[in-house]
T-cell receptor
Framework: NAGVTQTPKFQVLKTGQSMTLQCAQD?????MSWYRQDPGMGLRLIHY???????DQGEVPNGYNVSRSTTEDFPLRLLSAAPSQTSVYFC?????????????FGQGTRLTVV | AQTVTQSQPEMSVQEAETVTLSCTYD???????LFWYKQPPSRQMILVIR??????QNATENRFSVNFQKAAKSFSLKISDSQLGDTAMYFC???????????????FGTGTRLAVRP
């Protein structure tokens, strides 16, 4: 089972460049989310989606866009990268309405903005 | 809003010994879930153990157990017979019951870095 697949694993961007972090899951999970992990701050929610066509903002949404055209894919877009967006990004998925199950995380993307 | 506090940024334990990681949380909810996640150097987030707030019995998974004190809003993780492979960052996390349909989230603590010494 592939689970949750994130690409790329590492990326260096110049300030002002744009890019898309890809996230795909093959478990037919309705719920998908993006977190960023920064030293001393744990993981913070950026955006989430409860199903295809539905997205909403999390705790730190500024500078990021998302879309959910299919159940499987939930890409995260940085339109104009800033050094403050240097972080490790995690995508996660889980089935909706089943709180007794766990969230499945991707392997993370380490992004550096110079 | 929920908050999760891990007051121990770093801890160290001798192999085969026992260590306890602390976590406190603040919420007005009555039904919720608490988790401990392990993040080894590979960066993968691995669920270690889960506790449902309405269950009084403390959860146990092999060498990992929790001490859940609902009134005190405390959720500590005990690792027995520590192994070198337990070296990792450990995150405590809170989830409100029914959060997915209402669009809530996992709230994480800042993490405790555990080093197991040979």
């Amino acid at each position: 089972n592939a689970g949750v697949t994130q690409t790329p694993k590492f990326q260096v961007l110049k300030t002002g460049q744009s890019m898309t972090l890809q996230c795909a899951q093959d478990m037919n999970h309705e719920y998908m989310s993006w977190y960023r992990q920064d030293p001393g701050m744990g993981l913070r929610l950026i955006h989430y989606s409860v199903g295809a066509g539905i997205t909403d903002q999390g705790e730190v949404p500024n500078g990021y866009n998302v879309s959910r055209s299919t159940t499987e894919d939930f890409p995260l877009r940085l339109l104009s990268a800033a050094p403050s967006q240097t972080s490790v990004y995690f995508c996660a998925s889980s089935p909706l309405g089943h709180p007794d199950t766990e969230a499945f995380f991707g392997q993370g993307t380490r992004l550096t903005v110079v | 809003a929920q908050t999760v506090t891990q007051s121990q940024p770093e801890m160290s334990v001798q192999e085969a010994e026992t260590v306890t990681l602390s976590c406190t949380y603040d919420t007005s909810e009555n039904n919720y879930y608490l988790f401990w996640y392990k993040q080894p150097p590979s960066r993968q987030m691995i669920l270690v153990i889960r506790q449902e707030a309405y269950k009084q019995q403390n959860a146990t998974e092999n060498r990992f157990s929790v001490n859940f004190q609902k009134a005190a809003k405390s959720f500590s993780l005990k690792i027995s017979d520590s192994q070198l492979g337990d070296t990792a960052m450990y995150f405590c996390a809170f989830m409100k019951h029914g959060w997915k349909s209402s669009g809530d989230k996992l709230t994480f603590g800042t993490g405790t870095r555990l080093a197991v010494r040979p």
